[in-house]
């Protein structure tokens, strides 16, 4: 069993641990990843926001060099690439003007992408291909007690994904499930975080990230899990300013869903990059 | 192009006021057409379909010793029988008459008057040089079986069949459940009236079984139809109840004989809110009162070893554990489908926590939380059984949304009301409507509405976003918070409640698809049963003899269910009463020297009747069987075959016309 | 010369419409009466099933000029006649590759299903095939005919 891989500019700087974790997990699962060659960012927060259709043309560019690896699959970790990809392709697939477009400027480039590459993401590989039961047996130290939120933030699975439940989705459960934790039910599992609204919009930007923490907490979590760089960050870099600023404490460990799972398998903490974390996440190893 | 010099052709164009004439240069195309070869005249006219219109076909005939006629106007669907019928009665045969539809096909679908007038004068062309070649042909009469199959029990179902049996006919009435009823037994009060829904439809229903002209057929389902209009042979399957219906006379001994002690089955009729065993009745006034098992939960159809305690405690010997599909054939003349509606399934709507809350309910169940004969007795209580203090009923669940189905279901913003004036009633709760916009079109509906206003239930313009269990403070804990923009304040609002109620739509039924097929007609986009005519022909289809009535052509509440029902009753009685009906004379013949005998066509006939006479070495069709679909003429190898009124030189000259000046 | 050439307008091709009585050609009128514009370039001639249609008729129609033939039928398992359009789409095959052997580009004969209630995809199909024969320019094959004739 082997994907591609593509990063994402995240996954290479503020979500590194994503990336380590990621890999150390796929890698106890025997499932063998090639880092797409000389890929570039996905165009998400910037060009998204600023000219939709320059952040399709990168993207385009990413699933043009995909599809010369003919038959392979391809996993996009974080959140922002996985809906960039989707969007792209959706686009190109219903849009024959941008299709037309986007081909005309990859062509220039020496490229060209005909729609076959499979956008993945690593839940949808998990879940889906390999199985829970198959997840199940790798746990070697089964995380007996531990309540577990899941939190998908608002890119994953809406608009595009069909891979879990739009409103509802459990995919990141059945995870926790596997590894012996307890899930619990909330409902804020795809609210937003917020994004860059924290650097921007700093007042707002803390308030929903407080209702998420709070919303956790008060439900009995342990831990929050997530799958995005993003979310990850604003979740557990801000908890520290809000339980100050609010007078209350909000304070939880969030880290990625891979992390978790390492700490079931059994991989040592220090190689799913949990010391470098700032939430107190060690309290759970 | 062949020509033939005794034909004398009149050719009128309409202008339908501005319809045509807007889009198509009819002065041009007159012109035009009186310098084609055979035509002796040629007219514009503003509305051929009007009296003077069709006076001037006749004048003309008279005048111009004319003998074939074309009218290049609308759809022939919609008028070629107005125009057929004036060709007649200028003394000349019906069916040298030919339509050329420059409407639909023209006028109303181009924007570029010069080439729609080409087009319009290609298809003139083209008809002028079919018509040369028409015969002269008669229609068939045959009588009409003036027995009606009914398929469908509900309230659409139940009014037709009285409709038509108190006017002296036979009727089959069809229902796929145990009991006819259909969801209006259900209903608790009706509005705006607030009527009580079991008062009124309960008569009808024992009136249906009582009456000597209906034979009900519960429990059973359409299988197969041949024929056509006035003579179609229906076969029905009647599922096994396991209970021979002639002996049961509903003492409901059998049922406390039950081994299951306790009832521990969902009750569909009930919406699942109570349980049943598996030898039930689905609800008290069933009719016919009649028992029966469910194979699926019962011990003996899953393990064969169970003592019976239902059949010995039943005193009539009406149980048969070994009954077996059957099927029965029906010939009847004229076929009504009231097959209904299904209401749309909440968890579609997953936004609003429909089987994810436990009190989110839909309307029907609410429709039987707060009947007096439903699961709690009319008692209104959560499934904790506490009584709600706060109650959110949310408009529009499924209707008028692009990720379900675009339509207004017409009924949820009227019974919305309803159930709030009775949940009101039934608890003194608070109660939010969420709505859209309120649709309260109908006799004493916008008065309801008022009513309401004013009885203290709370209404909020804006459509949910969601219901979740998320609280954001003391007053939200424990309760199921909607969210909503109240556009009226332009604010979004988060309202706790204890209860939430999902205003459902309509929608075709599961089984719209399949009944549609059996029957031969067609659907709409949505799905509902595709009408003749949305306005001068709601009832009818286009397959002669078959009509709809009631939700299966689209949503309706009860009153304009039971209208139209009594229109499709009319429309069938007129037929029978006309005693016969005129068949299109398309079918197709054999010319014996012609055919080879290499039976090519045998095969693709659907409806075998086409046979090889052994003696003549030739094949012979049975017109009275044919339907005139054409497949074997296309096939036929040696062009024996000829289809009236689609011969191989009409539709030839039909593209000769069309292609070649 | 055709009246279409006589117009001043871009060329336009001439579709020849097979439209069974039952599905399709109410198709065209439920997109007439839903006033959904599409393309002047269609001749409808209406037969009862599309099991009707003659391979002879669609040969004739292309020998004498017509630059794209559409054949619209019920939807497989929908047929008015039980299964007259599985014979025309076996018929329709066929076709295919004899008006390939002919030197007619295959894609000037298009078999559609278009139920009922598909004004919309019936406009598609038109302004879709429409646009096709465009690109493809005027059929070639009743000058080649003519020109053999003689």
């Known amino acids: ?285 | ?661 | 010369m055709s009246t279409i050439e006589n117009s001043n307008k871009d060329w336009s091709p001439r579709i020849i419409a097979f439209f069974c009585n039952w599905c399709t050609y109410t198709a065209s009128d439920l997109a007439g009466v839903s006033r959904l514009r599409y393309a002047p370039t269609t001749r409808v001639i209406r037969v009862m099933c599309s099991g009707r249609i003659d391979p002879e008729f669609v040969i004739e129609a292309f020998t004498q000029g017509a630059d794209g033939i559409l054949i619209g039928g019920c939807h497989p398992g929908d047929c008015h006649y039980s299964e007259g359009n599985y014979k025309c789409l076996r018929r329709y095959h066929l076709l295919q590759r004899v008006i390939g052997q002919m030197g007619i580009d295959q894609r000037r004969l298009r078999l559609e299903w278009i139920s009922a209630s598909e004004g919309k995809r019936l406009q598609e199909v038109v302004n879709e095939m429409t646009e096709t024969l465009r690109q493809l320019g005027p059929s070639p094959i009743k000058e080649v005919v003519q020109t053999v004739i003689k």
Request: glycine share 6%; with cysteine.
């Open chain 1, 1 to 285: 069993m082997k994907y591609l891989y593509y990063p994402g500019c995240s996954l290479k700087s503020s979500g590194k641990l994503y990336e380590i974790s990621l890999l150390a997990v796929l890698k106890r699962l025997g499932v063998e990843v090639e880092e797409l060659e000389n890929w570039n960012c996905c165009g998400a927060t910037n060009y998204m926001s600023i000219n939709e259709s320059y952040a399709i043309e990168i993207t385009a560019r990413n699933l043009a060099i995909a599809e010369r690896m003919v038959g392979i699959e391809m996993i996009v970790p974080c959140a922002a690439c996985f809906m960039g990809f989707l969007k792209t392709q959706k686009y190109m697939e219903s849009d024959p003007v941008t299709r037309e477009k986007v081909n005309d400027l990859l062509n220039k480039a020496g490229l060209s992408y005909t729609g076959k590459v499979k956008i993945r993401h690593p839940l949808d590989v998990l879940v889906n291909h390999l199985g829970t039961d198959a997840l199940a047996k790798t746990a070697e130290m089964p995380l007996k007690g531990i309540k577990v939120a899941s939190y998908y933030g608002c890119q994953l699975i809406r608009p595009y994904a069909t891979f879990d439940d739009q409103w509802n989705p459990h995919t990141m459960d059945d995870i926790a499930r596997a590894m012996g934790a307890t899930p619990v039910d909330w409902p804020l599992k795809s609210r937003c975080c917020s994004g860059s609204m924290t650097s921007t919009m700093t007042g707002i930007g803390l308030r929903m990230n407080y209702v998420i923490l709070k919303e956790a907490k008060s439900r009995g979590a342990d831990v929050i899990i997530t799958a995005c760089p993003l979310c990850q960050f604003n979740l557990e870099c801000f908890q520290g300013k809000i339980s100050r600023k609010l007078k209350e404490d909000v304070r939880i460990p969030v880290m990625y869903f891979t992390q978790l799972m390492g700490l079931a398998m059994g991989i040592p903490a220090k190689q799913l990059g949990l010391k470098q974390m700032l939430s107190p996440s060690l309290v759970l190893t």
């Open chain 2, 1 to 661: 192009m062949p020509i033939n010099d005794e034909a004398r052709v009149g050719f009128y164009i309409c202008h339908c006021g501005h319809n045509i004439a807007n889009m198509v240069d009819v002065t041009s195309v007159a012109e035009y057409a009186a310098k084609l070869p055979n035509v002796v005249l040629s007219r514009d006219y503003k509305y051929m379909c009007s009296d003077p219109g069709q006076e001037m076909i006749l004048k003309d005939a008279e005048v111009f010793k004319l003998n074939r006629i074309v009218v290049a106007s609308c759809s022939p669907l919609l008028h070629e029988n107005t125009f057929r019928n004036a060709t007649a009665k200028a003394g000349i045969n019906q069916f040298y008459f030919q339509m050329v539809n420059i409407r639909e096909n023209a006028s109303w679908v181009h924007e570029d008057k010069e080439l729609a007038t080409v087009k319009a004068k290609d298809l003139v062309r083209a008809a002028i040089s079919r018509v040369v070649f028409h015969k002269a042909l008669e229609k068939k009469k045959v009588p009409v079986n003036p027995d009606v199959l009914i398929v469908g029990g509900g309230i659409s179902g139940i009014s037709a069949a009285l409709n038509i049996a108190n006017a002296g006919k036979k009727v089959y009435l069809v229902e796929k459940d145990p009991t006819i009823g259909g969801y209006m037994a259900k209903f608790d009060k009706t509005f705006p009236t607030l009527d009580c829904a079991a008062c009124i439809l309960t008569p009808k229903m024992s009136a249906v079984l009582k009456h000597p002209g209906i034979t009900l057929m519960s429990y059973s389902e359409v299988a197969a139809v041949e024929g056509y209009v006035g003579n179609y042979q229906v076969k029905v399957t009647r599922k096994p109840r396991y209970i021979i219906e002639e002996k049961c006379v509903g003492c409901f001994a059998c049922i406390d004989a039950c081994i299951f002690k306790e009832a521990k089955f969902s009750d569909e009729f009930n919406e699942g809110l109570s349980k049943r065993k598996p030898v039930y009745i689905p609800f008290p006034q069933a009719t016919p009162q009649v028992v029966l098992i469910d194979d699926k939960t019962c011990i003996h159809f899953k393990t064969g070893k169970c003592p019976q305690s239902c059949a010995k405690a039943c005193d009539r010997n009406a149980f048969d554990f070994d009954q077996k599909p059957v099927t029965q054939e029906l010939e009847v003349g004229t076929i009504l489908l009231c097959t209904g509606f299904q209401p749309f399934d909440a968890a579609r709507a997953p936004y609003y926590g429909y089987g994810r809350y436990p009190n989110v309910y839909t309307s029907l169940e609410v429709e039987r939380l707060v009947n007096a004969s439903g699961p709690t007795g009319g008692n209104v209580v959560l499934r904790d059984k506490t009584r709600p203090k706060s109650i959110g009923i949310i408009h529009c669940v499924g209707s008028r949304d692009e990720k379900t189905n675009k339509w207004c279901s017409r009924v949820c913003c009227m019974y919305s009301l309803k159930l709030a004036h009775l949940l009101k009633e039934h608890t003194d709760a608070e109660i939010y409507n969420f709505y859209i916009d309120m649709r309260t079109p109908g006799k004493g509906y916008e008065e309801f509405y008022d009513k309401l206003l004013n009885e203290g239930v709370h209404f909020i313009r804006g459509r949910v976003a969601e219901v979740s269990d998320w609280a954001i403070n003391e007053h939200e804990k424990g309760k199921l918070v909607i969210r909503a923009e109240d556009t009226l304040i332009g604010m979004v609002r988060r309202i706790p409640v204890d209860m939430v109620v999902l205003a459902v739509g309509i929608e075709p039924g599961k089984d719209a698809q399949d009944i549609r097929r059996v029957f031969n007609i067609s659907c709409s986009n949505e799905g509902f049963f595709l009408e003749r005519h949305p306005k001068l022909a709601p009832v009818e289809t286009f397959t002669d003899g078959i009509f709809i009535a009631g939700a299966c052509q689209g949503p309706k509440d009860i009153p304009d269910s039971v209208a139209q029902a009594g229109a499709a009753a009319a429309q069938a009685l007129a037929l029978i009463d006309s005693g016969f009906v005129e068949l299109e004379p398309n079918t197709a013949f054999i010319n014996e020297e012609l055919c080879c005998g290499c039976q090519v066509c045998i095969n693709l006939c659907p409806y075998h009747a086409i046979t090889f006479d052994e003696t003549k070495s030739v094949s012979h069709i049975n017109e009275a069987i044919c339907k005139g679909c054409g497949t074997c003429v296309a096939a036929c190898g040696s062009g024996a075959i000829t289809q009236n009124l689609f011969e191989d030189q009409q539709i030839l000259s039909e593209i000769y016309g069309l292609l070649v000046e």
